[in-house]
C-alpha cells in the first residue's frame, strides 16, 4: 500500500514538474548570454555567417535588454580533429548555446553528445543533423541546390559533353549530398560524361589546382559544378588562366563576392546560392530560445536563391 502511494505521489510530482515547464516555455531570462559558433574553416563564406548571427545578438539585446557575446571560432584546416577540439573547448566553458556546421557527422558525434550530455543547447548550421540526435538544423534543400546548378549546366550544354564535379569536403553531409545529387543528375542524360572528380577541402587554392589538372588531363571537358563555396571561384581562376572563359562553362555554387564577378565577367553562368547571413542569423536565435527553455523546431530552410547577371548588383 505504502508503494502504491509513493508512485502515486511520484506521478503526481512529474505532472506538475512537467505542466511547470510546459507553461513555463521560453520565459527563463537572463542578464548576459553567451553563445559559441564554430564554422567548417577559415572561410569568407563563414564570415557572412558571423554577421548574420550579430544581426541576431543586437535584435535579442535591443529587444530584451540582455547582453549578448557571441565566440566565433574557427579551425585553420577544415580538420574534423581540429573542429573538436574547438568543441570540446568550448564545452569545457560552459557556454549558453553551440552552433556548429559540421566537418563529419559521424567524427563529430562523440563531441556534440558530449555537449548534450551536459544540458549545453546545441544547433548544427549549413548542414543536417545526425538522424538520431534530437537537434535543431539551418541550412536549406542542399540537394535541390545541386540539382539546380547541374540542370543548368546539362541545359546550357544542350545535353552532351564531359562535364567534371568539384567535391569540397567528402566527409561533410551537405558538401556529400550536393555531390551525390550532381551526380543524379547527370546520370540522367545518356550524352552527359563525368569524367573527373575533384576535392578542394573548402580551398580555393586547392580547387584552382584540382581544376588545372583536371581540364589538363580532359582537354574535351565542357563544363563544371562545384558543392562549396570554395570550387566555383578556384575553377573559375582555373578557366581564366587556361584562356577557357566561353569554351568551358561554369555553374557556380553561393554568393561571394569572386563568384558574383565572375557572373559579371562571363566566366560563370549563373549560382544557387544558400542565405549564409540568415543562417547565422537563425543559429544565435534557436540557441537564444533553447536557453530561455522554448522548443525550436527540427529544421528550419532558409531558402536557395538564383543568380545570373539579371539579378545581380553591376
Known amino acids: 500500500m505504502k508503494y502504491a502511494v509513493r508512485l502515486a505521489i511520484a506521478a503526481t510530482l512529474l505532472v506538475s514538474t512537467a505542466a511547470f515547464a510546459q507553461n513555463n516555455e521560453g520565459t527563463i531570462k537572463k542578464d548576459s548570454y553567451r553563445?559559441?559558433?564554430?564554422?567548417?574553416?577559415v572561410h569568407?563564406?563563414?564570415?557572412?555567417?558571423?554577421?548574420?548571427?550579430k544581426q541576431a545578438a543586437k535584435a535579442i539585446e535591443e529587444q530584451t535588454g540582455s547582453k549578448i557575446t557571441i565566440d566565433y571560432s574557427a579551425p585553420q584546416q577544415a580538420d574534423v580533429v581540429q573542429q573538436n577540439q574547438i568543441l570540446e573547448s568550448s564545452i569545457a566553458t560552459h557556454p549558453d548555446g553551440i552552433a556548429i556546421d559540421l566537418l563529419d557527422a559521424a567524427g563529430n558525434r562523440a563531441s556534440l553528445e558530449e555537449a548534450v550530455g551536459q544540458n549545453i543547447p546545441v544547433t548544427v548550421f549549413d548542414s543536417v543533423a545526425p538522424a538520431d540526435m534530437?537537434?535543431?538544423?539551418?541550412?536549406?534543400?542542399?540537394?535541390?541546390?545541386?540539382?539546380?546548378?547541374?540542370?543548368?549546366?546539362?541545359?546550357?550544354?544542350?545535353?552532351?559533353?564531359?562535364?567534371?564535379?568539384?567535391?569540397g569536403v567528402p566527409s561533410a553531409p551537405n558538401h556529400k549530398i550536393?555531390?551525390?545529387?550532381?551526380?543524379?543528375?547527370?546520370s540522367q542524360y545518356p550524352k552527359i560524361k563525368v569524367v573527373a572528380t575533384g576535392i578542394d577541402n573548402d580551398d580555393i587554392e586547392q580547387a584552382q589546382k584540382q581544376a588545372a589538372a583536371i581540364m589538363q588531363a580532359?582537354?574535351?571537358l565542357k563544363g563544371?559544378?562545384?558543392?562549396?563555396?570554395?570550387?566555383?571561384?578556384?575553377?573559375?581562376?582555373?578557366?581564366?588562366?587556361?584562356?577557357?572563359?566561353?569554351?568551358?562553362?561554369?555553374?557556380g555554387m553561393d554568393d561571394l563576392p569572386e563568384m558574383l564577378q565572375m557572373i559579371r565577367d562571363g566566366?560563370?553562368?549563373?549560382?544557387?546560392?544558400?542565405?549564409?547571413?540568415m543562417q547565422g542569423y537563425w543559429a544565435v536565435i534557436t540557441m537564444w530560445q533553447k536557453a530561455t527553455g522554448a522548443a525550436t523546431p527540427k529544421y528550419i530552410d532558409t531558402g536557395i536563391a538564383v543568380l545570373n547577371k539579371d539579378n545581380i548588383p553591376k
Open 134 to 167: 534530437n537537434l535543431t538544423s539551418i541550412g536549406n534543400d542542399f540537394c535541390e541546390q545541386a540539382e539546380i546548378a547541374a540542370h543548368r549546366l546539362v541545359e546550357l550544354l544542350k545535353e552532351e559533353g564531359e562535364v567534371a564535379i568539384m567535391m
Open 224 to 251: 563544371w559544378v562545384a558543392s562549396d563555396a570554395s570550387g566555383p571561384i578556384g575553377i573559375g581562376q582555373a578557366i581564366k588562366e587556361a584562356g577557357k572563359t566561353g569554351q568551358v562553362t561554369l555553374v
Open 178 to 186: 550536393r555531390a551525390d545529387c550532381h551526380q543524379k543528375v547527370f
Open 218 to 220: 580532359h582537354p574535351n
Open 267 to 277: 566566366v560563370a553562368d549563373s549560382t544557387s546560392s544558400t542565405k549564409p547571413e
Open 44 to 53: 569568407p563564406w563563414f564570415d557572412k555567417v558571423n554577421n548574420g548571427a
Open 35 to 41: 553563445f559559441v559558433i564554430i564554422p567548417k574553416v
